[in-house]
């Protein structure tokens, strides 16, 4: 083959990577679109019943839900990054991260969620069964952190429910939450949630209290825990050498926004979730803030520091009153 | 249809997409230009009278004008990221920001604008509504945030007539200023700034200072009340997960910077303008600084919070001087 | 034309404008190179002989230039960014910018240098008269902010010669000196300086003392003030709506950095050249840590702030010296 | 040759450079994979067997190994950006950074590791001679600092065999040990690196302890002083104008990140390898921060400060322990 030919397949290759990777301009624009269209893309999933309870288990004032989301080497998989000190910086995850990671719950005697895609369950089963030895939560986080976004529905549907089963198998236990991968959503994500009849979901961001999810208008019965993008360590922290992705928060200063979200999350008396990452959160110079947050939260008066799943039910609650 | 034909098409779309992204290269490059082309492309908007009064209502030596875009979904509407995650990001806007800050405002009786796309003016009416009923201005923002720039004269006249009815039967009174969405401008947006008879623009950076535009070297009596990146929550905040674009500055930091362009402000007597996003500046670690901002200048003797229709009618006086 | 056709024109000229931004890789790649190859490309323009005098005139231990850039409308142009309100962000240079510039230099009675593309010079005539009557430098900057190394040998001959002359009739003096747009350098812009007998270059970035330039191995006579982007405002304030370029250091932290560099410039007893640009520093939020910074270095002994020319003058007499 | 097939061409060659600057998107999608090639995949390279000794030498707690890879030009040549304005960036590390930080090494009686591109050390032969004159190591980064993933297998072992002899006639030792440019890693390189009988990499990164490397699940014999971006001083003061990378971490915030690090790495009795390049952190208001940290580490009890080639000896005794 010469040099003019693979020059050609380069050219339509690399185009065809970036189509992947980006979200599709509509066709027509969107100032062409009639009312119809308008509501019905705006309308397919919105945020419906504020479930914040009077006040939650304990007679507390505000509930803390940390998790953390055990990618490992998923995400770099899935962005087809095989380079082995690429892939290194995920086993970090499992090898170090969650021992530190957990070791620090357990001196704050604290319970927390982890959302672990179905690879990384059964590439480092040790992890699971230790996470689950000492009573924190797992969740569903996609098959190998794939974009649901990109596949048809009966795939998405598929990787869910062998998703499903890896985790049951690898905790003993069934998981009843879900965190999507990189908190994408197709237009029937929910609609399988429903019909794997989860019990809370954790990937959209319409509130900070929790709520009922409404799917095409109607009430759905799932409980939903809102994410943000100022809640997770990776838009901080993130590193991807091949795009100008760098971490460019100083760790004091993430610090410095999580408690100003706590802060008001507790005068509010609502709900705090906080995502992060293990290989990503469980560096040494980050560690410390993490123990510095929870310190801050353990000081103030009428916090439930509490597993996903917990939240959930207690929310859940208020899915019944009037 | 085969792969190599997907992948054809593929390089297409993404090549198109790009250049519908990117400002055009000019054919040919500037410095080939004529001195003509050259007056005749930077003459287009220019700056004219400085419209700053003598002192502002009440005597006040500067006066502090606080807006909000309320974009909610239309950004990623415009943009085509449809997927139901991204539009809850939107969606927070109204649910939970608008109350937030109308309750900030309230606090500490201030009047402010808030400048509203069409579209979001019909997807939640009832914030319009409770933005009116506390005495705040709603000012033009196109209809789906479009890029003015890549519309066709007649396009965005339509677009902009349209908006315009729109806006004022959802507030009940007509918009008199425009923003337009992202400070885009078209050669003939202030032509038909002029047309509609607006009071006011804010979408220009050649001051600080309220000046009159002048539109290929004449007067046009439309007054600029103008606005400034740095004075913006979005080039610090911003998070969009497709590109880099990530909060980058932590609310302190923005903070500092916004309290030093007050303090300068008020010694120069002038003006003091800042262009805000209900779903960025709206949570909870952010809403504290902008809380801290107003106390700040609350503290100082001199400072006349106004809304933009307000500032302009003051700066307006200045027009018919010599 | 169908839509088609058009697709296909777009992504052309979509990935013509990328190559044109875009610095190209050699071919082949550099690790097949001979040593020759490599020896040519490093050794075309290097640095020569120390030029640091052995104390400064008025027996002082550094020299401290200052310069500003004042690009106004020119780098958009260049882009083809012709938006009206692209430009009104450079008009915001010359209209408020150089007035708070020259009055801050005033107020500490120093004398700066000013780096004016000859369209700027043109388009304001004011600015440049004003400039000179304080006692400031005006030095080349190029045409119109084109990059050099986008040009033939003879186009860029050709534009330097014709700003040259533009800048001598708005400033009613022959510049001296050169920084060249985005300090880009072609193969033959030493030459073409050397040629241009002009006494110093102020683009290049070897030390942080001055020095002679080498040009394909000789010595050149030629003055190097070298700049590095540590010592600029736009890596750290630059901000680009198209690009992810946004504002990111706050502006007491960049005063920090310099008031480092400027520290050790001092112990070393050296040169200490920092680069801005009327309509990024100009900014009431950035004015202040100039003037903080300014204060600072005052605050010091034997610190002589000087014009660019100058400080070439006083190292030319170490050209001669074995 | 027309305009129009300029343009076919540019438009070809612009996505092959694109191309050949991305990781590639694997075919089909790794949800796709079976379980035997993701396996494979990610158990290709692992850190085996934790080598931290019990104790370091002079029993102390920590050792401290910091290391600087000396690039200069070679991350400019490798990309092709010829600019002489460019290369003087890579020309400011031997000629103004190898001596300031040799000073400060000196001042607080340090050894050090510097990793040398083979065509630097062709180069800059008097760096090397002073680097090796001050008894501080010389080891691998590459021959001009190629991709090695980029490689075919023989073309990856012929540079590094042409790497290694250039080194050791620069230097007048063999080296022992590698980093590999910009932590790249082929699939063949961990088996070129044991036919060539190193010592230690210094490129993974699944762990802050050093550990024995595996290669297709195996034991190599092979000690790792894993590395981080975090440890980096590139990812926070890296500067590329055609990109957006830019300096976006202050200083002082980057010295309360490594502080941080050490701090837990005394805590927990183990390493700390820092990676720096002498044209990033030899800056004036960078050492500063170099200079701080050293000296806090310093003020801590039981740190060995030591070569990699010495810490990987010291960690190279657990080998063969059971």
Redo the contacts between chains.
């Keep these: 083959m010469n040099k003019f030919a693979?020059?050609?397949i380069?050219?339509?290759?690399?185009?065809?990577?970036?189509?992947?990777?980006?979200?599709?301009?509509?066709e027509p624009?969107?100032?062409q679109?009639d009312?119809n269209r308008?509501?019905s893309?705006?309308g397919?999933?919105?945020?419906g019943k504020d479930l914040t309870p009077k006040s939650w288990p304990g007679n507390n004032r505000v509930a803390a839900a940390l998790s953390f989301d055990l990618d490992n080497?998923?995400v770099s998989?899935?962005?087809?990054?095989?380079?082995?000190?690429?892939?290194?910086?995920g086993?970090?995850g499992s090898?170090?991260a969650v021992g530190r990671i957990l070791a620090l719950l357990d001196k704050h005697q604290i319970k927390a969620s982890f959302f672990v895609p179905a690879?990384v369950a059964?590439?480092y089963p040790d992890s699971v069964k230790q996470i689950v030895a000492k009573g924190h939560e797992i969740g569903m986080h996609g098959?190998?952190h794939?974009r649901n976004?990109?596949?048809t529905e009966q795939?998405e549907r598929d990787?869910m429910r062998r998703s499903y089963t890896t985790l049951r198998e690898a905790a003993g236990v069934s998981p009843v939450g879900i965190r999507?991968p990189?908190?994408?959503?197709?237009?029937w994500?929910?609609k399988i949630i429903r019909e794997m009849k989860l019990l809370y979901d954790s990937?959209?961001?319409?509130?900070?209290r929790p709520y009922e999810v409404l799917f095409e208008g109607k009430p759905t019965g799932v409980v939903e825990l809102?994410v943000?993008?100022?809640m997770d360590d990776y838009?901080?922290f993130g590193?991807n050498?091949?795009?100008?992705?760098?971490?460019?928060?100083?760790?004091?200063?993430v610090l410095?926004?999580?408690r100003?979200?706590f802060?008001?999350?507790l005068e509010?008396a609502s709900l705090f979730v906080l995502t992060m990452h293990p290989h990503i959160i469980g560096?040494?110079?980050r560690?410390?803030i993490l123990d510095k947050l929870i310190s801050h939260m353990k000081s103030r008066p009428g916090v439930w520091f509490a597993r996903h799943d917990e939240v959930a039910k207690a929310a859940a609650g208020q899915l019944r009153r009037q």
């Design positions: 693979l020059w050609i380069a050219a339509f290759m690399s185009a065809a990577f970036a189509l992947s990777q980006t979200p599709q301009q509509t624009p969107a100032w679109w009312w308008i509501q893309v705006v397919k999933v919105r945020a080497e998923t998989l899935r962005d087809g990054n095989l380079s082995p000190s690429e892939l290194s910086q086993e970090y090898r170090v690879v059964r590439l098959w190998i794939e976004s990109l596949l795939q990787l999507t990189s908190w994408d959503y197709s237009p994500t929910m990937s959209l961001m319409a509130d900070e809102p943000e993008w100022i838009p901080y590193m050498r091949f795009s100008t992705i760098r971490p460019h928060i100083a760790p004091e200063d410095d926004i999580w100003k979200e802060d008001v999350a509010e560096h040494r110079s560690i410390v």
